[in-house]
């Protein structure tokens, strides 16, 4: 068999597609993963406290490094590098990763996650301006430091009890008049003495010279305000990472690709699983849970072939 043939390949070393690469091996298909990291973005999670089996503070690093080494134990192919085009060409798909190697398969998985949104008409040039709190945070260790989390969902919470351990102050700015996290993450926010909450706060800009010195925001009664800080960790949103894709693929109003329940895209012999799809919940359990469906469909497909 060629080196570049496969049964299948998998765009993304994320939770979705190392565990689509742990079951697609198990399943007798020879399997290609694409990417860099290892449990792709999973390391900006601190510790997985909402993953069965796993008590105490397992990192997300620790997580897709052990799933990593399971994928490869089990002979799936990482050559380490992303996939920059995925297209379909005389009956196979054909990828091309950005090192200029080309693979080919009858059968594809886009697991490629999502990242995070900037800011809307707010350029982000500045230093100080941060997506990771994990990575981030221990910046500003020992500094006194002033720090901004813009958003109010589970994720900003996650930024905000992060980096509270280090800042003297982290002031949570959301839009809307009542932060969308739920209970867990709430209680453990209130019960921080050093994190304040501003709701009803839209963030307009952000000030600095070089490095960011101040978040330009507007209140719901029109009121502005300056507030002076150190660093702003922004969690306002995702889009999902699907530009690699050259194929029509039926996507919703966000861009997520929109799958059947074989987790099949509206293009023949692609898959999709984990945060890249439309779906309900986004958590590393559901894209693992994801990746094992995507994995036995992908064999049907091919046996129907």
Sequence with gaps: MDESRYDLMVAGMGPAGITAAVFAQRLGLKTVVFGDVPGGSVYMIEALTNFPGL???????????????????????????????????????????VNGSTYRSPAAI????????????????LRGVHFCSVCDGPLYRDKNAVLAVVGG?????????????VAREVIMICRL??????????????????????ESTTVTGLRGSGQVEAVLVTRADGSAEEIPVDGVFLAVGWQPNTDYLDMAVD?????????????????????AAGDVRDTDLYQVLTACADGARAASHVMAYLNQR
Excluded: C, W
Excluded at 187 to 196: E, K, L, P
Excluded at 252 to 271: C, D, H
């Design 55 to 97: 008590v105490g503070d397992v990192s997300g690093t620790q997580f897709g490094t052990l799933a990593f080494a399971q994928a490869q134990q089990e002979g799936a192919f990482f050559p380490m590098a992303r996939l920059q085009r995925l297209s379909f060409r005389e009956g196979l798909f054909r990828g091309i990763d």
């Design 110 to 125: 886009a697991a490629t996650g999502r990242t995070p949104k900037l800011l809307p008409g707010i350029g982000t040039d």
């Design 153 to 165: 969902t589970n994720a900003a919470a996650q930024h905000a009890l992060t980096i509270a351990r």
């Design 177 to 198: 008049p009542s932060m969308p996290v739920d209970a867990a993450h709430r209680s453990q926010v209130d019960a921080r003495d050093n994190i304040t909450t501003m």
């Design 251 to 271: 996507r919703n109003a966000e861009g997520y690709l929109i799958t059947g329940g074989r987790l099949m895209t509206s293009f023949a012999g692609l898959f």
